[in-house]
């Protein structure tokens, strides 16, 4: 069986019953360090009594040192500062569980802007670095307000006529060929974040056909 593993970041912590369901359901539950406190809180609510996560994955400058003794033996400690929280649990999840089907990004957006952009661009980063579709893992970040993933390549998709569609993407060489959008993207240049958001499916299916191998972010509203 395949294993479901949910990374709790330090941003805004799910209010809607969606991502929570994902937290009560998972087989694994990762907090970035600054995310443990926000899990306690809430975890009376979500599971119905007080929980702690599986694993606390980061560097630990957000947990105090009586935290930090008191929760040791859940807490990995990663000092190394070329990656930010998020992708040092992104990492260690990767590399230390096994049989993993999909993997549910929360609390990753919400507070601050500079954090939001950087955990959302990730989502790329990842795909690029690992070979997801070959180690059959799904990467999904949820807030309460939408679902994103990359997708390196043409792909189709089962959203539900009428679903908020947004493509982004770094590749300015890259055309991206829609079939089941309202407005079609084959003619948009991605030389800047806009020129393919707020768009709209027409139909259950959409399919996006790339020009080439390369890099896109989907965010579903």
Known sequence: MHKTVVIICDGKFPQTEYPRYLIRTADVVICCDGALTKFMRNSLAIFGEKRLPDVVVGDMDSLSPAMKKRYADIIVQIDEQEHND???????????????????????????????????????????????????????????????????????????????????????????????????????????????TLNKASQDKVRLEFSHPSIALIMLN
């Not at 952009?117 to 990842?126: A, D, H, P, Q």
């Not at 679902?147 to 043409?154: I, K, L, R, S």
């Open 86 to 196: 998020q992708t040092k649990a992104f990492r260690w999840a990767i590399e230390n569980i096994s049989g993993i089907g999909s993997i549910c990004i929360l609390g990753a957006t919400g507070e601050r802007e500079d954090h939001t952009i950087g955990n959302i661009s990730l989502l790329m980063e990842y795909a690029r670095s690992f070979d997801l579709a070959a180690m059959g893992i799904n990467v999904e970040m949820i807030s309460d307000h939408g679902t994103m993933f990359a997708v390196t390549d043409t792909f189709e998709m089962e959203c539900g006529e009428g679903r908020r569609v947004s493509i982004l993407s770094p590749d300015n060489s890259l055309k991206i060929r829609s079939e089941g959008l309202e407005w079609p993207t084959d003619g948009v240049v991605f030389d800047n974040w806009w020129k393919a």
